[in-house]
């Protein structure tokens, strides 16, 4: 139920508009989705698999995932999908127009606090939320080419580095 709700507001954030709510319980029920990531991985027999696919159904999803990776997505629509609470669309754009989500990961409790917008509870909230979604981010920074490609958080042997430049 909740996981449901939470990956279907991150799908509508990255930019995926066609994989509406009874499709994405079909994909629960028949694969082993754990992030908003994985939607990405599906592959054409995993959506034929579904009850109610065909041809025309299967392309038409397939081709939506698609056109999200080959146009990829801005690093807002990244943080907005993480669907921290109070940290949506427009606070996500935000923060991220002088700044890249290499920044933001990188920055303090006290550095949130400086910011117009963010009040304490929104500070711990965005600590937090980058700190646990480490993992999430980077796999979505694998698969999505980034609009303005301004950074790339990685981790490599525990250490986390942050790649500048065109890649």
């Not at 996981?3 to 079909?26: A, F, H, N, V, W």
Request: charged content about 25%; hydrophobic content about 40%.
């Amino acid at each position: 139920g909740k996981r449901i709700c939470r990956i279907m507001d991150s799908i509508r954030r990255i930019g995926i508009e066609r994989l509406g709510e009874p499709t994405l319980r079909k994909i629960f029920k028949n694969h082993n989705i754990q992030s908003l990531a994985d939607i990405f991985y599906l592959t054409e027999k995993d959506i034929m698999k579904l009850e109610g696919f065909a041809g025309t159904s299967t392309l038409n999803l397939l081709n939506e995932i698609q056109t999200v990776k080959d146009n990829g997505v801005f690093e807002w629509q990244i943080l907005a999908s993480l669907n921290l609470h109070g940290i949506g669309t427009t606070l996500s754009k935000d923060l991220l127009r002088n700044r890249t989500l290499s920044d933001l990961y990188y920055m303090t409790y006290d550095d949130f606090i400086n910011i117009n917008g963010i009040g304490p509870e929104r500070a711990k909230i965005l600590v937090n939320g980058l700190d646990k979604n480490l993992n999430n981010i980077n796999k979505l920074f694998e698969i999505l080419p980034i609009k303005g490609g301004k950074s790339m958080i990685s981790e490599l042997d525990g250490k986390v580095f942050t790649l500048t430049g065109k890649m």
